[in-house]
């Protein structure tokens, strides 16, 4: 059964997926409360999309800390201070250190625009079609201590054509990402998540073996 779990969601930009949390929030097909929205940058567009939602939001500036975990060990107070039980990281724009990840062991998510541990890092898209990969998407894992290393949740697959550029793709993702948060989150507070090692088991789970994907299709 679901229950209403309390998130707090970091940011560094504009902050679409949070907004795609509030949307899904407020439709009904997410069940979660957020906390509050913790942005590093004051300038931080997602401040506002909090704003117009009533949803409390604070600016922690790494720049006032002497080092990352310095600030990590902040960031971890105020957020429990809030009651955040889940954190979701939506275009937080810093690699957290031991001090963050501990605190918030397989309770902190995060999403990657790329079928994970395909292209980690920066520049996901650029280097997807440069490769010339036919299939593209988008990861949320769990956050370890290694960059884009953690234990997979969900992910959706996006075509990629050879005519597409950085711009064409990296939006042909995003949209399948403001899909998958919301669901991932859900799948939490429903308790039909289970870590094992590098696994993630989804309880219930509904196994559809013939199911592909083929880019170029066998006809056409």
Same mark, same amino acid.
């Given at each position: 059964? *679901?229950?209403k779990?309390?998130?707090?969601?970091?940011?560094? &930009?504009?902050?679409t997926?949070l907004?795609?949390?509030?949307?899904?929030?407020e439709?009904?097909k997410?069940?979660?409360?957020?906390?509050? @929205?913790?942005s590093?940058?004051?300038?931080?567009? &997602?401040?506002?999309r909090?704003?117009?939602?009533? +949803?409390?939001a604070?600016?922690?500036?790494?720049?006032?800390?002497?080092?990352?975990?310095?600030?990590?060990?902040? *960031?971890?107070?105020?957020?429990?201070?809030r009651?955040?039980?889940l954190?979701?990281?939506?275009?937080?724009?810093?690699?957290?250190?031991?001090?963050f990840?501990?605190?918030?062991?397989n309770?902190?998510?995060? +999403? $990657?625009?790329?079928?994970?541990?395909?292209?980690?890092?920066l520049? @996901?898209?650029?280097r *997807?079609?440069?490769?010339?990969?036919?299939?593209?998407?988008?990861?949320?894992?769990?956050?370890n201590e290694?960059?884009?290393?953690?234990?997979?949740? +969900?992910?959706?697959?996006v075509?990629?054509?050879?005519?597409?550029t950085?711009? !064409?793709?990296?939006?042909?993702?995003?949209?399948?990402? $403001?899909?998958?948060?919301?669901?991932?989150?859900?799948l939490y507070?429903e308790?039909r998540?289970?870590?094992? &090692?590098?696994?993630?088991?989804?309880?219930g789970? !509904?196994?559809?073996?013939?199911?592909?994907?083929?880019?170029?299709?066998?006809?056409?």
């Open positions: 059964m *679901a229950r779990v309390p998130i707090g969601v970091l940011i560094s &930009g504009s902050g997926n907004q795609a949390i509030i949307d899904a929030i439709a009904n997410l069940d979660a409360t957020i906390q509050l @929205v913790l590093n940058r004051a300038d931080a567009y &997602g401040l506002m909090a704003k117009n939602h009533g +949803i409390p604070e600016v922690l500036d790494h720049k006032n800390f002497t080092s990352r975990e310095a600030f990590d060990a902040a *960031a971890v107070e105020t957020l429990k201070s009651g955040v039980e954190v979701i990281l939506a275009g937080f724009m810093r690699l957290l250190s031991p001090v990840v501990k605190a918030f062991s309770r902190m998510m995060n +999403i $990657h625009p790329s079928l994970l541990p395909s292209f980690p890092g520049h @996901v898209q650029r *997807a079609v440069e490769h010339g990969v036919r299939f593209s998407g988008c990861t949320v894992h769990f956050v290694d960059c884009d290393e953690g234990p997979i949740i +969900i992910q959706a697959v075509p990629v054509f050879p005519e597409d950085e711009e !064409t793709l990296a939006a042909r993702i995003l949209t399948q990402e $403001h899909r998958i948060y919301p669901r991932a989150i859900q507070s308790g998540l289970r870590v094992e &090692g590098r696994k993630v088991f989804v309880d789970l !509904t196994k559809e073996e013939t199911q592909a994907l083929l880019q170029p299709p066998l006809e056409g």
